[in-house]
């Protein structure tokens, strides 16, 4: 069976430092990838997907940045954060040309 | 593009009690409808979705309706229990995207309160 793994769980981070979050995807190959920003207030944000390595569509301008250096890896970067970019950060994939997500479990992540 | 409005944002019910979340989207191409539960610190997960060519579908408590015409979705618990409560996010999806990708528009979530 297909599993996710998104890490780390919860992350606080100083205002202009830079940022890291990893997700994986087991049991699968060649899936669709994306991340999502949840703000406070709940709305789903669609971030960055890629349909497959080296392949990253940005649905929003931002400090943020994404990388999928392996099939069933996708990586969310940033330079410097913002304290705008606090916030829960979910990944997310689905089987090529099918619909349907499988989330993560999110990553919390508070600028300070 | 695709705009989902989805109602009320909040909903508290007591235990038992029915809970119905609507949502409405204006793109006539929109073909795949999920729902999505959300609890606490956790991810969204599937619950239940439904296709444009049908109408209904059920599983055990929840059901979902679609009023293609109307460009309208909602959502029914019955038997409400206080481990319902949580964020439901209903969402539409046009066609698979570039590469097979897909993007639904989400709805802006609604909070269902199950009081015991």
């Known amino acids: 069976s297909q599993t996710i793994h998104q890490w780390p769980a919860t992350l606080v981070q100083p205002v202009g430092s830079p940022l890291s979050l990893e997700c994986t995807v087991e049991g699968t190959s060649n899936p669709n990838l994306y991340w999502y920003r949840q703000a406070a207030g709940r709305g789903l944000q669609l971030l960055f997907y890629s349909v497959g390595i080296g392949q990253i569509s940005s649905e929003v301008p931002q400090n943020l940045s994404a990388s999928r250096p392996q099939d069933r890896q996708f990586i969310l970067s940033s330079k410097k954060l913002l304290l705008s970019d606090s916030g829960f950060y979910l990944c997310?994939?689905?089987?090529?040309?099918?619909?349907?997500?499988?989330f993560g479990s999110g990553t919390r992540l508070t600028v300070v | 593009g695709e705009n989902v409005e989805q109602h009320p944002s909040t909903l508290s019910v007591q235990e038992g009690d029915s809970a119905v979340i609507k949502c409405t989207y204006s793109d006539s191409a929109s073909n795949y409808f999920p729902w999505y539960k959300q609890e606490l610190g956790k991810g969204p997960q599937l619950i239940i979705d439904i296709r444009s060519n049908v109408g209904e579908k059920k599983d055990q408590r929840i059901a979902v309706t679609l009023n293609k015409t109307a460009k309208h979705f909602s959502l029914h618990i019955t038997e409400t229990q206080p481990e319902d409560s949580a964020v439901y996010f209903c969402?539409?999806?046009?066609?698979?995207?570039?590469?097979?990708?897909?993007?639904?528009?989400f709805g802006r979530g609604t909070s269902l309160i199950v009081h015991p």
């Open positions: 997310a994939w689905s089987q090529e040309r099918a619909y349907g997500y499988t």
């Open positions: 969402a539409a999806s046009s066609p698979l995207g570039p590469g097979g990708s897909y993007i639904p528009t």
